[in-house]
């Protein structure tokens, strides 16, 4: 019998500054995983030789994953990705416990398994079903955001003017640095993020998808996970053509800043399970 081959019909991956030093996703395939990981912004985190704490997570974990055996679990994998973190961080620098550590969110597929693994707000589709996991945290400061340009529109601001100095972003900048204490916490506002501490059991999503023909993959920088890369890509360009911003089709904690070709980083993988 042959072994089954991944068979990836597209990917594509960018940074939101056109830059591939400074992109904080990471597509990962091997013989036996597809990953996409999605390194967070850090607010308050310094950069760790000259990266970004988001750009060194994914890093660590891409070079982890390649190195995993195949027939890994799921359990297995959130705890080696957390510790093989930990400890490249504190190889480089001290973080204190209640501060932002260096995190990252991924989803991956398993070959041998037949599972996608999922800790975070990635998104995946399973033969046309969507997955998304929006995160509470984040559809309140995004929430908050599009309300506070709204109400300076309201009041004469021009939109141009706002991407200029994004109020609303200022506004909700010190929920956005406290956010971190939520990670990892079960709690209305808690969410799963591998910044290596313990990530509890419920913010690891397995899906069984023995019987799935067509997967995919994608990070938040994709305001709408499509059929295809093209259609993805092209509900993206009309939502930066049309909401620059993004405080009215697809609300989210950030514009299109200045000099960036799109408001984060997106990666977007397409496969034959």
């Known amino acids: 019998r042959k072994a089954r081959i991944l068979r990836i019909i597209e990917q594509f991956s960018k940074g939101k500054a056109n830059q591939d030093s400074l992109n904080e996703d990471a597509l990962v395939i091997t013989d036996d995983f597809i990953a996409v990981l999605d390194g967070v912004t850090s607010k308050t985190c310094p950069a760790i030789d000259g990266k970004s704490g988001g750009r060194f997570a994914v890093e660590v974990a891409t070079d982890a994953i390649k190195v995993f055996s195949p027939d890994i679990t799921a359990r297995v994998v959130v705890d080696a990705l957390s510790a093989a973190l930990r400890r490249a961080v504190a190889e480089k620098i001290s973080v204190p416990a209640q501060a932002e550590h260096p995190s990252f969110v991924m989803i991956i597929y398993s070959k ?162």
């Open 112 to 273: 041998a398994r037949r599972e996608v693994w999922r800790v975070g707000d990635l998104c995946l589709s399973v033969d046309s079903v969507v997955h998304q996991n929006d995160l509470p945290v984040d559809q309140v400061t995004a929430a908050t955001r599009a309300l506070v340009i709204a109400a300076a529109v309201a009041n004469g601001k021009t939109e141009a003017e706002i991407a200029q100095n994004d109020i609303g972003r200022a506004f909700i900048a010190p929920l956005l640095k406290e956010q971190h204490v939520f990670a990892n916490r079960i709690d209305p506002y808690g969410y799963g993020v591998i910044n290596g501490g313990t990530v509890p059991d419920v913010f690891i999503d397995v899906f069984d998808v023995r019987t799935a023909r067509e997967i995919i993959f994608s990070s938040d920088g994709y305001p709408k996970l499509c059929a295809t890369l093209e259609e993805s890509e092209a509900y993206l360009a009309a939502v930066l053509r049309d909401d620059p911003l993004l405080y009215r089709t697809h609300k989210a904690t950030k514009g299109l800043g200045t000099g960036l070709v799109s408001f984060d980083d997106r990666t977007y993988v397409r496969f034959l399970s």
